[in-house]
C-alpha cells in the first residue's frame, strides 16, 4: 500500500510540483529520478483498494486517480490509463468475502479478460464449498461457461444436506449442463470454428472431519496443514487429480516440473462444455484436523506455484502466526496479487476455508 | 470504439474507429477519429455564435495577364458579389495584388469598413477603378492581408485570395515566409482563375491557412463562386477550435490528416502544448459540421495482453476549455485473428488519401511528360476512385484519361486532354468521400441500375 512519503518537490524538468514518492512529473512525464518506491514492486497500490472487503461486498470498482502506474510510478488518470507511459492499470482485484470462506480473483496481466469464475456456497449442515472454474481460452465464450458451470454448482449443493459423493456428481453434472447450454457465439474474441464453450472446475465440501471434493480438468485443490516442524509452518497436499497431459506424463514416471513445461504439458484432458467427449469427476475424500485449510485455485495461481512444497511455502508468507484468525478473504487477495506479481500470464482464482468449528459458522 | 461528449449540449463530440488489436511487436496504431460539432450551437456554452464579430478580406490579382480574356472584369464582379453578400455590421477589405500589395478599399485611413450601404457602395466604387497591370508577387498580398488582420480584434477571420498566375515576382522561399507569417491568424480560400497559375503554390496556402482551393476555369463562374465562399465563412459560426493529441512518453506522432471532406495534412502544424501534448489548429466550424482525421502514433510496445492508451484526442475551444474527447488504444494479442483486421474506415480513408497523391503524382508526371508513370498513378487513381464509389473524381479522371477497365486501373491518357481538366483534377484530388453506414449503405441503391447485383454495401478499400 505503500509509496513512500517523501517531502514534496519540483520538477527537474518543468517545475511543476512532484506527487511525493513519484518517478514521474504528472505534468510533462519527466522521469524525476528517484528510485521506485520500495513496496512498489511487489505490493502494487492499484491493487490495493480491493483491502479491507467488508463481509459480502464485491470489491471492483476503480477509484480513479488514486492510483500509481505499476510501470513507471506516474498516476493513473479518470480513464485508468496511465498519464505518462499510457499502459493501462491493473484493475483491483474481485473479493468475494464470506467470512468463513472466500474468494478472489483478477484478470491477470495478459488476458483481454477474466475468463476465471468462483462461488461460495454452504451446506443444509452449515459446511462450507468452495467452487472455482477456469474458462478455456482457446474456445468461445469461456467466460460464460466458467460463471455458469460455478453457479449450477453453487444452486445444486448450497443450502442442501450434503450426503456424500453422489451429490458431487450431481452438481458436475449440473455444471455439464449449463456449460453445454452457452452459446457458441457472439465471442468478439473466438471465431466462429465449431467450438464450444469450455472450462475446468474443482469442487470442495469441507464437511466434519472430512473433505470432499470433485475436479474435471486442472483447476487444483490443496488441503494446508499447520505443522510448527515445516519451514513456513504449514505443509501442503494437493487432494485433486490433473486432468493434464503432464500429470499424464508423471504418472508414467516424468519429472513433474519438466512434464509442466514440455510443450503441451499444460494441455488439459479433461473439461466441460459440448466437446468433453464424456465428463468424468475426480471424485474424493480425505481426512482433514480443526484448523488445516483448503484452498481452491486455477492455474493461475499454481503455474506460479506447482509443486506442494510451493503452495506450503506461499502459504507461510500469507497465513498469520498461530493464534491470530485468519481473515480468508484477505489471504485470497494477497494470493492472487502475488500471482500478478509473478507474472500474471492466466487468470486467476482463489477460494479459500478453514476447518475448525468456528470458521464454519 | 469508443465515444465521449461532455454530456448534453455538448458543442462538439468525438468518436474513435480503429482496430486496437496489435500484433506482438507491432508498434504503429492507426486510429480515425470523427468530429462533429453540435447541430445546434445555442446549446454549447463556451461556443456561442459569433456572426458579427468577424472580418473579411477580399484579394484581388490585377496583374497585367488578368487583362487578358474576360478575367479583369469577371474579378471585379465577383469582388463586388463578395461585397453584395457580406452581412452589415462585419469588417472588411479589399485588396488589389500584383508585384506588390495595396489597400484598393477603405481608402480613408481605416484598415477595415464596415458593411452597410454606404461603405458597400463606396468599395464597390472602388473596385470599379481596378486595372489589370503589373506582375505578381502573392507573398506581398498575404503579407498585407496579415497587417490588416492583426488589427483587428475579430473573432473570424477569413480571406478570399484569387489569382490567374504564378508567384513570378517572388522567390518561392519569400511566398512560404509569408505563408508562415499568416498561419494560425487568419483563414483563406484560394481560387485560380484560367489556366496559367499553380496548384501546388495555391494548394500550400490553402492548406496552411485552413482553406479550399479551386479552379475557376470558366471566368464568369466566378462571381457565384465568391458569394458562396462569403456564404460558407459566414455559416462557420463556431470560434476555432484545436485537436489536442496527447500521446504517452516515447511515441511519435507519425501523421495527423484531416481526411474528410479532403485531405489535408496537419502533421507538421502542430505546435507543444505540453511535452506529451500537441495541438492542431482546426479553425472555425459550422453548425453541424462533421470532419474525419487519421492519426498514425507509432509508440512502444507492450506485452501480449497488455493495453496502453496511444492516444487521447481532445477538441479545445479558444478559451482553454475541453469540449469532447476521444481515446485511441492499443492492446497487443498473439491472436492473429484479431490483429489482422483492419477497420473499415482507416481502411477506406487509407485509399482515399492513397487516391489524393496517386492523382496528383500522376499529374505531374504527365506535366513532365512522363508517360509510362502518368499511366500508371493515374491508373490507380481510377481503381482506387471506383473501389470507393468516388464519382465525382471518377468523372473528373475521365476527363484525363480513356479507362479500359476501371477494376484492373487500365487506363489510356488522352491524347487531347485540356489542361484545364487536368488542373481540376489535380485542385479537386484532396477531396474525399465518406463511409457510408453499413445498415444505411445496404439499402437499396437508386433504382435506375436493377441489374446490377448488390455492392454489398459500400465497397472496402484499400486491402
Given at each position: 500500500?505503500?509509496?513512500?512519503?517523501?517531502?514534496?518537490?519540483?520538477?527537474?524538468?518543468?517545475?511543476?510540483?512532484?506527487?511525493?514518492?513519484?518517478?514521474?512529473?504528472?505534468?510533462?512525464?519527466?522521469?524525476?529520478?528517484?528510485?521506485?518506491?520500495?513496496?512498489?514492486?511487489?505490493?502494487?497500490?492499484?491493487?490495493?483498494?480491493?483491502?479491507?472487503?467488508?463481509?459480502?461486498?464485491?470489491?471492483?470498482?476503480?477509484?480513479?486517480?488514486?492510483?500509481?502506474?505499476?510501470?513507471?510510478?506516474?498516476?493513473?488518470?479518470?480513464?485508468?490509463?496511465?498519464?505518462?507511459?499510457?499502459?493501462?492499470?491493473?484493475?483491483?482485484?474481485?473479493?468475494?468475502?464470506?467470512?468463513?470462506?472466500?474468494?478472489?480473483?483478477?484478470?491477470?496481466?495478459?488476458?483481454?479478460?477474466?475468463?476465471?469464475?468462483?462461488?461460495?456456497?454452504?451446506?443444509?449442515?452449515?459446511?462450507?464449498?468452495?467452487?472455482?472454474?477456469?474458462?478455456?481460452?482457446?474456445?468461445?465464450?469461456?467466460?460464460?461457461?466458467?460463471?455458469?458451470?460455478?453457479?449450477?454448482?453453487?444452486?445444486?449443493?448450497?443450502?442442501?444436506?450434503?450426503?456424500?459423493?453422489?451429490?458431487?456428481?450431481?452438481?458436475?453434472?449440473?455444471?455439464?449442463?449449463?456449460?453445454?447450454?452457452?452459446?457458441?457465439?457472439?465471442?468478439?474474441?473466438?471465431?466462429?470454428?465449431?467450438?464450444?464453450?469450455?472450462?475446468?472446475?474443482?469442487?470442495?465440501?469441507?464437511?466434519?472431519?472430512?473433505?470432499?471434493?470433485?475436479?474435471?480438468?486442472?483447476?487444483?485443490?490443496?488441503?494446508?496443514?499447520?505443522?510448527?516442524?515445516?519451514?513456513?509452518?504449514?505443509?501442503?497436499?494437493?487432494?485433486?487429480?490433473?486432468?493434464?497431459?503432464?500429470?499424464?506424463?508423471?504418472?508414467?514416471?516424468?519429472?513433474?516440473?519438466?512434464?509442466?513445461?514440455?510443450?503441451?504439458?499444460?494441455?488439459?484432458?479433461?473439461?466441460?462444455?459440448?466437446?468433453?467427449?464424456?465428463?468424468?469427476?475426480?471424485?474424493?475424500?480425505?481426512?482433514?484436523?480443526?484448523?488445516?485449510?483448503?484452498?481452491?485455485?486455477?492455474?493461475?495461481?499454481?503455474?506460479?506455484?506447482?509443486?506442494?512444497?510451493?503452495?506450503?511455502?506461499?502459504?507461510?508468507?500469507?497465513?498469520?502466526?498461530?493464534?491470530?484468525?485468519?481473515?480468508?478473504?484477505?489471504?485470497?487477495?494477497?494470493?492472487?496479487?502475488?500471482?500478478?506479481?509473478?507474472?500474471?500470464?492466466?487468470?486467476?482464482?482463489?477460494?479459500?476455508?478453514?476447518?475448525?468449528?468456528?470458521?464454519?459458522? | 470504439?469508443?465515444?465521449?461528449?461532455?454530456?448534453?449540449?455538448?458543442?462538439?463530440?468525438?468518436?474513435?474507429?480503429?482496430?486496437?488489436?496489435?500484433?506482438?511487436?507491432?508498434?504503429?496504431?492507426?486510429?480515425v477519429?470523427?468530429?462533429?460539432?453540435?447541430?445546434?450551437?445555442?446549446?454549447?456554452?463556451?461556443?456561442?455564435?459569433?456572426?458579427?464579430?468577424?472580418?473579411?478580406?477580399?484579394?484581388?490579382?490585377?496583374?497585367?495577364?488578368?487583362?487578358?480574356?474576360?478575367?479583369?472584369?469577371?474579378?471585379?464582379?465577383?469582388?463586388?458579389?463578395?461585397?453584395?453578400?457580406?452581412?452589415?455590421?462585419?469588417?472588411?477589405?479589399?485588396?488589389?495584388?500584383?508585384?506588390?500589395?495595396?489597400?484598393?478599399?477603405?481608402?480613408?485611413?481605416?484598415?477595415?469598413?464596415?458593411?452597410?450601404?454606404?461603405?458597400?457602395?463606396?468599395?464597390?466604387?472602388?473596385?470599379?477603378?481596378?486595372?489589370?497591370?503589373?506582375?505578381?508577387?502573392?507573398?506581398?498580398?498575404?503579407?498585407?492581408?496579415?497587417?490588416?488582420?492583426?488589427?483587428?480584434?475579430?473573432?473570424?477571420?477569413?480571406?478570399?485570395?484569387?489569382?490567374?498566375?504564378?508567384?513570378?515576382?517572388?522567390?518561392?522561399?519569400?511566398?512560404?515566409?509569408?505563408?508562415?507569417?499568416?498561419?494560425?491568424?487568419?483563414?483563406?480560400?484560394?481560387?485560380?482563375?484560367?489556366?496559367?497559375?499553380?496548384?501546388?503554390?495555391?494548394r500550400?496556402?490553402?492548406?496552411?491557412?485552413?482553406?479550399?482551393?479551386?479552379?475557376?476555369?470558366?471566368?464568369?463562374?466566378?462571381?457565384?463562386?465568391?458569394?458562396?465562399?462569403?456564404?460558407?465563412?459566414?455559416?462557420?459560426?463556431?470560434?476555432?477550435?484545436?485537436?489536442?493529441?496527447?500521446?504517452?512518453?516515447?511515441?511519435?506522432?507519425?501523421?495527423?490528416r484531416q481526411v474528410a471532406p479532403e485531405v489535408v495534412d496537419?502533421?507538421?502544424?502542430?505546435?507543444?502544448?505540453?511535452?506529451?501534448?500537441?495541438?492542431?489548429?482546426?479553425?472555425?466550424?459550422?453548425?453541424?459540421?462533421?470532419?474525419d482525421?487519421h492519426?498514425?502514433?507509432?509508440?512502444?510496445?507492450?506485452?501480449?495482453?497488455?493495453?496502453?492508451?496511444?492516444?487521447?484526442?481532445?477538441?479545445?475551444?479558444?478559451?482553454?476549455?475541453?469540449?469532447?474527447?476521444?481515446?485511441?488504444?492499443?492492446?497487443?494479442?498473439?491472436?492473429?485473428?484479431?490483429?489482422?483486421?483492419?477497420?473499415?474506415h482507416v481502411a477506406h480513408y487509407t485509399g482515399q488519401e492513397e487516391l489524393a497523391n496517386a492523382i496528383q503524382e500522376g499529374v505531374a508526371a504527365?506535366?513532365?511528360?512522363?508517360?509510362?508513370?502518368a499511366?500508371v498513378k493515374l491508373g490507380r487513381a481510377v481503381q482506387l476512385a471506383a473501389e470507393s464509389g468516388h464519382e465525382d473524381t471518377m468523372r473528373l479522371l475521365r476527363?484525363v484519361v480513356?479507362v479500359?477497365?476501371a477494376e484492373s486501373g487500365?487506363v489510356?491518357?488522352?491524347?487531347?486532354?485540356?489542361?484545364?481538366?487536368?488542373?481540376t483534377l489535380d485542385t479537386r484530388s484532396t477531396r474525399t468521400v465518406r463511409l457510408?453506414?453499413?445498415?444505411?449503405?445496404?439499402?437499396?441503391?437508386?433504382?435506375?441500375?436493377?441489374?446490377?447485383?448488390?455492392?454489398?454495401?459500400q465497397p472496402e478499400t484499400g486491402a
Amino acid at each position: 500500500m505503500s509509496t513512500t512519503a517523501t517531502e514534496a518537490s519540483p520538477c527537474p524538468a518543468c517545475g511543476e510540483m512532484l506527487v511525493p514518492g513519484a518517478r514521474f512529473c504528472e505534468a510533462c512525464g519527466a522521469a524525476t529520478g528517484r528510485e521506485a518506491p520500495e513496496a512498489a514492486a511487489g505490493d502494487p497500490a492499484v491493487l490495493d483498494e480491493a483491502e479491507g472487503a467488508a463481509a459480502g461486498e464485491v470489491v471492483g470498482e476503480e477509484e480513479p486517480g488514486a492510483a500509481a502506474c505499476v510501470r513507471c510510478g506516474a498516476p493513473i488518470d479518470a480513464d485508468g490509463y496511465c498519464t505518462s507511459c499510457g499502459h493501462r492499470a491493473l484493475e483491483p482485484v474481485d473479493v468475494y468475502d464470506g467470512r468463513s470462506l472466500a474468494y478472489a480473483t483478477h484478470r491477470g496481466r495478459r488476458h483481454h479478460r477474466n475468463e476465471d469464475a468462483g462461488a461460495l456456497a454452504t451446506t443444509a449442515e452449515g459446511w462450507p464449498v468452495l467452487i472455482v472454474s477456469d474458462g478455456v481460452s482457446a474456445s468461445p465464450n469461456p467466460h460464460l461457461a466458467s460463471a455458469a458451470a460455478v453457479a449450477a454448482v453453487a444452486q445444486s449443493l448450497g443450502g442442501r444436506p450434503f450426503e456424500g459423493p453422489a451429490d458431487l456428481a450431481e452438481a458436475v453434472a449440473a455444471a455439464q449442463e449449463a456449460a453445454v447450454a452457452v452459446p457458441a457465439e457472439g465471442d468478439p474474441n473466438w471465431p466462429e470454428d465449431g467450438t464450444h464453450p469450455a472450462c475446468t472446475l474443482v469442487v470442495v465440501v469441507v464437511a466434519a472431519g472430512e473433505v470432499h471434493l470433485a475436479n474435471v480438468g486442472d483447476a487444483r485443490a490443496h488441503v494446508l496443514h499447520a505443522d510448527p516442524a515445516a519451514a513456513g509452518g504449514w505443509t501442503a497436499r494437493q487432494v485433486s487429480t490433473d486432468d493434464s497431459l503432464a500429470a499424464a506424463a508423471v504418472a508414467e514416471g516424468a519429472d513433474p516440473t519438466a512434464a509442466l513445461e514440455a510443450p503441451g504439458g499444460h494441455a488439459i484432458t479433461a473439461w466441460l462444455g459440448a466437446d468433453a467427449p464424456k465428463v468424468e469427476p475426480h471424485l474424493g475424500a480425505t481426512p482433514v484436523e480443526p484448523g488445516d485449510l483448503v484452498l481452491a485455485c486455477s492455474d493461475g495461481l499454481w503455474n506460479y506455484a506447482p509443486t506442494d512444497a510451493a503452495i506450503a511455502e506461499l502459504a507461510g508468507t500469507m497465513v498469520p502466526e498461530d493464534g491470530e484468525p485468519v481473515l480468508f478473504a484477505e489471504v485470497c487477495e494477497r494470493m492472487v496479487i502475488w500471482a500478478v506479481d509473478a507474472g500474471g500470464m492466466d487468470n486467476i482464482c482463489v477460494a479459500l476455508t478453514g476447518t475448525t468449528e468456528e470458521a464454519a459458522r | 470504439m469508443t465515444t465521449t461528449d461532455a454530456g448534453g449540449g455538448a458543442p462538439f463530440t468525438a468518436e474513435t474507429f480503429q482496430n486496437q488489436f496489435l500484433g506482438a511487436g507491432a508498434d504503429m496504431v492507426d486510429a480515425v477519429v470523427t468530429v462533429a460539432a453540435a447541430a445546434d450551437p445555442g446549446a454549447g456554452g463556451a461556443a456561442t455564435s459569433m456572426s458579427k464579430d468577424r472580418a473579411e478580406v477580399v484579394v484581388v490579382d490585377c496583374s497585367g495577364s488578368m487583362g487578358s480574356g474576360r478575367k479583369i472584369e469577371a474579378a471585379k464582379a465577383a469582388a463586388s458579389a463578395a461585397v453584395d453578400v457580406i452581412e452589415d455590421g462585419v469588417a472588411f477589405a479589399i485588396i488589389a495584388g500584383d508585384h506588390e500589395a495595396k489597400l484598393l478599399w477603405p481608402t480613408d485611413g481605416r484598415s477595415f469598413g464596415t458593411a452597410s450601404l454606404a461603405d458597400r457602395d463606396a468599395a464597390r466604387a472602388a473596385i470599379g477603378q481596378l486595372e489589370a497591370a503589373g506582375g505578381t508577387a502573392i507573398g506581398t498580398w498575404l503579407d498585407l492581408a496579415r497587417r490588416l488582420f492583426s488589427s483587428t480584434g475579430a473573432e473570424a477571420r477569413h480571406a478570399i485570395l484569387l489569382t490567374d498566375g504564378r508567384n513570378e515576382h517572388q522567390t518561392p522561399y519569400e511566398l512560404t515566409a509569408a505563408i508562415e507569417a499568416c498561419r494560425g491568424l487568419f483563414q483563406c480560400d484560394c481560387r485560380g482563375v484560367g489556366v496559367d497559375w499553380e496548384v501546388e503554390e495555391l494548394r500550400s496556402i490553402s492548406t496552411a491557412l485552413l482553406g479550399t482551393v479551386d479552379i475557376v476555369a470558366d471566368p464568369d463562374e466566378l462571381a457565384a463562386d465568391f458569394r458562396a465562399m462569403i456564404a460558407s465563412s459566414q455559416a462557420r459560426s463556431l470560434p476555432s477550435v484545436s485537436l489536442r493529441l496527447w500521446a504517452p512518453q516515447g511515441a511519435v506522432v507519425e501523421s495527423l490528416r484531416q481526411v474528410a471532406p479532403e485531405v489535408v495534412d496537419l502533421t507538421a502544424t502542430a505546435t507543444s502544448s505540453g511535452p506529451l501534448a500537441r495541438d492542431f489548429l482546426l479553425g472555425g466550424w459550422s453548425p453541424g459540421e462533421t470532419r474525419d482525421y487519421h492519426m498514425r502514433i507509432k509508440v512502444t510496445p507492450g506485452g501480449v495482453g497488455e493495453e496502453m492508451l496511444a492516444g487521447r484526442v481532445s477538441l479545445v475551444l479558444s478559451d482553454g476549455t475541453i469540449a469532447t474527447q476521444a481515446l485511441i488504444k492499443a492492446t497487443w494479442t498473439d491472436d492473429a485473428e484479431l490483429s489482422t483486421r483492419m477497420d473499415r474506415h482507416v481502411a477506406h480513408y487509407t485509399g482515399q488519401e492513397e487516391l489524393a497523391n496517386a492523382i496528383q503524382e500522376g499529374v505531374a508526371a504527365a506535366k513532365a511528360g512522363d508517360q509510362k508513370t502518368a499511366t500508371v498513378k493515374l491508373g490507380r487513381a481510377v481503381q482506387l476512385a471506383a473501389e470507393s464509389g468516388h464519382e465525382d473524381t471518377m468523372r473528373l479522371l475521365r476527363e484525363v484519361v480513356d479507362v479500359e477497365n476501371a477494376e484492373s486501373g487500365t487506363v489510356r491518357l488522352k491524347a487531347g486532354a485540356e489542361k484545364a481538366a487536368e488542373m481540376t483534377l489535380d485542385t479537386r484530388s484532396t477531396r474525399t468521400v465518406r463511409l457510408g453506414k453499413p445498415e444505411a449503405a445496404a439499402e437499396p441503391a437508386a433504382p435506375a441500375e436493377p441489374a446490377e447485383p448488390p455492392e454489398g454495401g459500400q465497397p472496402e478499400t484499400g486491402a
